[in-house]
């Protein structure tokens, strides 16, 4: 690496040169298999696949924040012209969280309502697993809060505040 980084215009020589010497490294792995359980590993915040058979990686790479298949998807293009932005996760954070988009922006609300549950008919078939599961968590030890019913009228929980 030191001799294509010294071929570099400055800045970007200097950029590339720390950046090797403090983060750079080659990993060398016996299976493309290995390659991506080490990949997901890093997760790293771009990643820059140059194999065949394209759609395998794809398929099977699960952490990045931003996945640039073949020679002609390079990280300039995907950064800065195909659409996604730039603001990815870095520091591996590509394990749990992706980049930056309307999604983040968004709220997700959750509402369980065993009314509307497919197993609406069978609900008595649950009263026991579900008080067992409420008694056993840690969770609920917890709280005041114990199901004591499932009202086969209503199909709902009752709880009891103590």
């Not at 010294?6 to 200097?14: I, Q, Y």
């Not at 080659?26 to 299976?31: L, S």
């Not at 997760?43 to 140059?50: D, G, M, N, R």
Request: net charge negative; proline share 9%.
């Amino acid at each position: 690496m030191p001799p294509l980084i010294e071929a570099l215009p400055e800045p970007t020589r200097e950029t590339a040169g720390t950046a090797w010497r403090d983060y750079g490294e080659v990993i060398i792995a016996e299976t493309r298999e290995e390659l991506v359980e080490l990949s997901d590993r890093y997760a790293p915040e771009h990643l820059e696949v140059h194999a065949e058979d394209l759609d395998w990686w794809l398929r099977n790479l699960t952490a990045y924040g931003s996945l640039f298949l073949g020679e002609e998807t390079t990280v300039a293009f995907g950064d800065r012209v195909s659409g996604p932005n730039h603001i990815l996760p870095t520091k591996r954070a590509a394990r749990y969280t992706a980049g930056l988009s309307v999604h983040k922006f968004l709220k997700p609300l959750t509402c369980p309502s065993p009314t509307n549950h497919p197993l609406k008919r069978g609900m008595r078939t649950i009263d026991a697993p579900l008080v067992l599961i409420c008694r056993s968590s840690v969770w609920m030890r917890c709280s005041p809060a114990i199901p004591i019913d499932v009202s086969p009228q209503l199909v709902c929980v009752q709880i009891i505040w103590l």
